[in-house]
């Protein structure tokens, strides 16, 4: 006696908050086939797009993030820095300075970086409320919106860090590489630069979290 078969067929659909069955499993893919840009995206903190509540004002105080990360290969003496963040803010400060080390030591990037969690540096990059950005780049009014650099450290303000600007449509990932970069860039000696031509390339140097003046958004100081 033959027996029936049973077709199930799974509907799933992103837009649907129900529950549905799980599909089958299949192979997870090689890690090296992932983009560097998801990959740093994931280790940051919270998903590019998903809502996170920065406070406008944490504890007003930066920690140092411990461990210490190597340079990428090459012949140049690398650049020594390291990482803080201020307490009370949601995001993981390993993850950050996972991100952060992978932007400067990207290809594209300033040179070769090496991360250290004591003095002497050239720099630091700091992730920092609204509220602490602000007092950081005094005098530069910033609004509660903005970054800078204040002389020894490239302030990141979580703000920006957590949503990004229309400007780069959405592309989170794209726009933490920017700012690091631009940031890090006053902290070696580059000043600001203005679009060079409308449908171009923007400068990492431009001031992209103000506006691309006719500029292709683009994160890195050598694409």
């Not at 490239?154 to 592309?171: E, L, T």
Request: net charge positive.
């Amino acid at each position: 006696m033959r027996l029936p078969v049973l077709l199930v067929v799974l509907l799933t659909s992103a837009a649907c908050g129900g529950q549905t069955a799980p599909p089958a499993p299949q192979a997870a893919p090689p890690t090296q086939h992932l983009g560097q840009q998801a990959r740093a995206a994931a280790a940051s903190g919270p998903k590019p797009g998903k809502r996170v509540k920065v406070p406008y004002s944490a504890s007003g105080r930066y920690a140092v993030v411990k461990g210490r990360a190597q340079p990428r290969p090459g012949h140049r003496p690398p650049v020594r820095y390291m990482v803080e963040t201020e307490r009370g803010l949601p995001f993981e400060p390993r993850a950050f300075a996972q991100a952060v080390h992978r932007t400067l030591n990207d290809p594209r990037g300033w040179g070769r970086f090496q991360r250290v969690d004591h003095g002497p540096v050239r720099l630091s990059v700091a992730l920092s409320s609204p509220r602490l950005t602000d007092r950081q780049c005094l005098p530069l009014n910033t609004g509660g919106d903005l970054s800078c650099w204040d002389g020894r450290r490239s302030v990141i303000n979580a703000v920006r860090w957590a949503r990004g600007v229309p400007q780069y449509h959405g592309d989170l990932a794209r726009y933490r590489h920017y700012v690091i970069n631009h940031e890090v860039g006053h902290g070696l000696g580059h000043s600001h630069r203005s679009c060079p031509g409308r449908g171009r390339l923007a400068p990492v140097m431009l001031q992209q979290s103000k506006s691309l003046d006719g500029c292709r958004p683009n994160p890195w100081p050598n694409p």
